[in-house]
């Protein structure tokens, strides 16, 4: 294996099978990227500069829309040139570092999810002790092992990558370089790689979105024991359990997609695997900037002023 050549360019090939109509996918995949700037711009231009948005809350929003700006400029820019001009290539320390920054970014949406819901749980089970429990110095108890968490994780799983030989193709069947799309090239053993990205789907998602849910039912049950009137707070609470549920479902169907490979079309899969990090990007700041009464005023103010 050593004597073999490994590939250090690659070719991102997702959505071959439309042939002539793949440039066409630049139109919708173009007007999502323009919601998604322009949506996560604005919000985050309206809770740094309104002071009465500078609570705890409001700056956890602002960070997920940091992150879904942020998310999409390493992976669609090029995606659209390969649509439009049909530039594919990619060599392997970019496709490398495209993949680290995707999945370090992608596996944020779900941590961050996981701080709104022990904001909302310090708010409405302790409301008393709510500022000294989300005082900067306490709340980064529970930043800090989740950040470590997130980048030791996907730095291993992009680690392992690295290291293998591709001596076979070096045709990626996805629009970027996709953890499982680039190692199912490897001509060598991807047993352990295979395992080490279960072992992350399970440490970071699974994880997060277990402790959300736990934190959410023992929200509901305090609030409906005690007879307290949370409605506000339960109402941010809905705003933020609609977010969970969906980014939830895509992930869960890009996650059974790569799983279920006979009964499903390779241009499907490529589809949900985008959606999953894409999709929250442009749903998330609309539908806070919608429910979140707060957000909403201050946004239709500048937008009329």
């Known amino acids: 294996m050593d004597n073999v050549s490994s590939h250090k360019h690659f070719i991102l090939d997702g959505f071959s099978e439309l042939g002539a109509l793949r440039p066409v996918l630049f139109i919708p995949f173009s007007i999502m990227f323009i919601v998604s700037l322009s949506a996560n711009s604005l919000l985050l231009y309206i809770i740094i500069s309104q002071r009465s948005l500078h609570s705890p809350m409001y700056i956890l929003i602002a960070c997920m829309a940091w992150v879904d700006l942020s998310l999409p400029l390493f992976f669609v820019p090029h995606m659209l040139l390969s649509f439009l001009f049909d530039w594919r290539g990619i060599s392997l320390i970019g496709c490398l570092v495209q993949m680290y920054f995707v999945h370090f970014l992608g596996a944020f949406q779900s941590t961050l999810l996981l701080w709104m819901a022990l904001d909302r749980y310090f708010a409405i089970c302790t409301p008393l002790y709510y500022r000294e429990c989300m005082a900067l110095p306490r709340f980064l108890k529970f930043v800090i092992p989740l950040v470590i968490r997130n980048v030791f994780v996907v730095l291993v799983v992009v680690t392992l990558a690295g290291r293998l030989p591709f001596c076979l193709r070096n045709v990626i069947d ?6 499982m799309a680039l190692v199912e090239l490897a001509c060598g053993r991807t047993t352990i790689n295979s395992l080490v990205g279960l072992t992350s789907v399970f440490l970071i998602p699974v994880v997060d979105f277990f402790l959300i849910t736990t934190s959410y039912i023992v929200i509901f049950s305090s609030v409906l024991s005690s007879g307290k009137s949370g409605v506000k707070a339960l ?7 609609v977010v969970m549920a969906v980014t939830l479902t895509i992930v869960l169907t890009a996650f059974l997609s790569y799983r279920i490979r006979n009964g499903l079309p390779a241009a499907v899969r490529v589809f949900f695997s985008i959606m999953y990090l894409f999709f929250p990007s442009c749903f998330n700041p609309i539908i806070y ?3 979140t009464t707060e957000i909403r005023q201050h946004i239709l103010k500048t937008l009329t002023c």
């Open 174 to 179: 996805h629009c970027f370089c996709e953890h």
């Open 235 to 241: 109402h941010t609470c809905v705003t933020h359990i």
């Open 289 to 291: 900037g919608i429910r």
